[in-house]
């Protein structure tokens, strides 16, 4: 189970973290990703983090704004996201992905075992 959470309304160029906490799985998760989807657009990734190497990816449209982190004892992955854009609008998705996969396929939907609620993410003055 996947209960993401700190989502919320910002003013354009405001920051805000959001966090997702994976319970009810015994062994950690190698790969832990944010997708958003905005009304009337289809499911986007944003950002995923592996574990031992740890290694970042990010959407361009979000690159050297936000930043992604995990605490692997608590099971947990962060979005900080900073210069707060309209366009950053969306439900955001935490996804997780236990066994290794090649770095080409990371931002794929389809390779994550299992998925989050969503916490919605409005940048609006």
């Known amino acids: 189970q996947l209960q993401a959470s700190g989502g919320g309304l910002v003013q354009p160029g405001g920051s805000l973290r959001i966090s997702c906490v994976a319970s009810?799985?015994?062994?950690?998760?190698?790969?832990m990703a944010w997708f958003r989807q905005a009304p009337g657009k289809e499911r986007e990734f944003v950002s995923t983090?592996?574990?031992?190497?740890?290694?970042?990816y990010y959407a361009d449209s979000v690159k050297g704004r936000f930043t992604i982190s995990r605490d692997n004892a608590k099971n947990t992955v962060y979005l900080q996201m900073n210069s707060l854009k309209p366009e950053d609008t969306a439900v955001y998705y935490c996804a997780v992905r236990s066994g290794r996969i090649i770095t080409s396929y990371v931002s794929r939907a389809g390779v994550y075992d299992y998925w989050g609620q969503g916490t919605q993410v409005t940048v609006s003055s």
């Open positions: 009810g799985h015994t062994g950690g998760f190698y790969h």
């Open positions: 983090i592996s574990a031992s190497p740890v290694t970042r």
